[in-house]
């Protein structure tokens, strides 16, 4: 722990920074924490608890509109990162990185090229728990999964707190929010609450990092996280990892790409 606090400290002195998102100890787990200066840095913790995705904070412009931004980030929020590199929204002009490996170690990142290259090799923390959800689901028939969808999702109040979570849900103007035309009822009833999640989790098609923080986000525990989880491994299946030289699956055409769907 001290050796992140006197890494920021040091970031801060040097001027190499004037914002530090991390975390500090919260009531019942570790929160974000917006660190301003080298004495602030005394709160900073950084565990295996802090595995949630503070990349979503880098597309904030209110936040971080020309500051020079340091970042606390978990191997989810890595991900997050390198999505985000690749989607031109940040650069090592303000931008640098401090992550925690799987062993607990303070991983320092020279440029936003390095995190990609860790990420090429580390591997994900696992996430045993979805995985049996994900084949409890598949294994019910196409009747009792629309079922056990029907009877989650209608429990939804559209309050957005899943998108408001996550680090790849960065438009300015949501599609939700479009009434010209209106794409999806704005209002909750259970069919217009699939259309969203379903709008949600293909927006997230190769994009997505799995860090589950759109489920941990919902207020009535809908486990949505489930389903960009089953997509983001579809994803893998056919189109490898997200970051690596294939491209976001669904705005890159390759003129080899497969189009029996078609038919
Ligand atoms: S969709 Fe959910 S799991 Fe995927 S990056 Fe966003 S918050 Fe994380
Ligand atoms: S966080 Fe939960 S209740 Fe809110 S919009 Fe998302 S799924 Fe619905």
């Not at 989650?152 to 960065?170: D, G, N, V, W």
Request: net charge negative.
């Amino acid at each position: 722990m001290n050796d992140l606090k006197a890494k920021v400290k040091d970031l801060f002195e040097s001027g190499a920074i004037n914002l530090f998102i991390g975390y500090e100890e919260g009531t019942r787990r570790p929160r974000p924490l917006f660190v301003k200066n080298a004495e602030e840095t005394n709160k900073l913790v950084f565990d295996d608890r802090c595995s949630g995705n503070l990349a979503v904070y880098l597309t904030r412009k209110d936040l971080i509109g020309g500051k020079k931004v340091g970042i606390a980030a978990s191997y989810y929020a890595l991900k997050s990162i390198n999505q985000l590199v690749s989607e031109n929204q940040l650069s090592d002009e303000w931008l640098r990185v401090i992550g925690l490996s799987a062993d607990g170690k303070l991983l320092e990142f020279g440029s936003l090229a390095e995190v990609s290259e860790y990420l090429k090799t580390a591997s994900a923390p696992p996430k045993q728990n979805e995985d049996e959800l994900v084949r409890q689901i598949e294994a019910m028939t196409m009747e009792e999964r629309w079922q056990f969808w029907s009877d989650e999702l209608s429990k939804c109040f559209k309050c957005y707190a899943c998108r408001a979570a996550c680090p790849m849900c960065y438009c300015t103007k949501c599609i939700v929010e479009v009434n010209r035309p209106q794409w999806i009822q704005p209002w909750a009833t259970t069919l217009s609450n699939m259309e969203w999640q379903i709008n949600r989790v293909m927006h997230m098609a190769g994009r997505c990092s799995d860090c589950g923080s759109c489920g941990e986000a919902c207020p009535l525990g809908i486990p949505i996280h489930l389903l960009t989880h089953k997509m983001s491994e579809t994803v893998a299946a056919n189109f490898g990892q997200n970051g690596d030289d294939k491209g976001n699956v669904l705005s890159t055409f390759k003129p080899e790409d497969k189009e029996n769907f078609i038919l």
